[in-house]
């Protein structure tokens, strides 16, 4: 059986499509590998290219429209990945929002989660890695 595609965060998106900055390559990398994501991440990307990239609406839409064709089934918001997003957000400290991409990995059956903003090796729960692709090998 093979594993499911790693979950990504809000940063990969952003650094693949709309922020020209030394990390996309490596964030369109993973992009191409059509990980999974969740409304979440999606909201947060236009949220971002709004406010503080202050990209026009019609560029969102369709970065949007591109990232939704190599992830084509974002992972919804539920109640039960919110009370679990709560519980690890009490439990880890992590910030709500952060908890809910790390929630949504969870019940995605993701085994690694890419991202910048967290504790990079962290394993939540025993099944969840927490990778920084961005970081220099050691």
């Keep these: 059986m093979t594993p499911p595609p790693p979950f990504l965060d809000t940063n990969v998106l952003l650094y693949a499509s709309l922020q020209p900055d030394p990390r996309s390559e490596a964030a369109r990398a993973l992009l191409a590998q059509r990980g999974t994501i969740s409304v979440q991440v999606l909201n947060e990307f236009a949220n971002v290219a709004a406010r503080k990239l202050r990209r026009p609406w019609p560029e969102i839409t369709r970065a949007l429209a591109a990232i939704r064709v190599l992830c084509p089934a974002p992972r ?38 890419f991202s910048e903003d967290l504790h990079h090796g962290q394993v939540i729960d025993g099944r969840l890695t927490i990778r920084n692709p961005f970081r220099a090998p050691a």
Excluded: K, N, V
């Design 76 to 113: 919804p918001l539920t109640l039960a990945i919110h009370e679990a997003g709560l519980a690890l957000a009490a439990r880890t400290g992590y910030q709500l929002y952060d908890a809910m991409i790390i929630a949504a990995a969870l019940e995605a059956g993701c085994t690694i989660l």
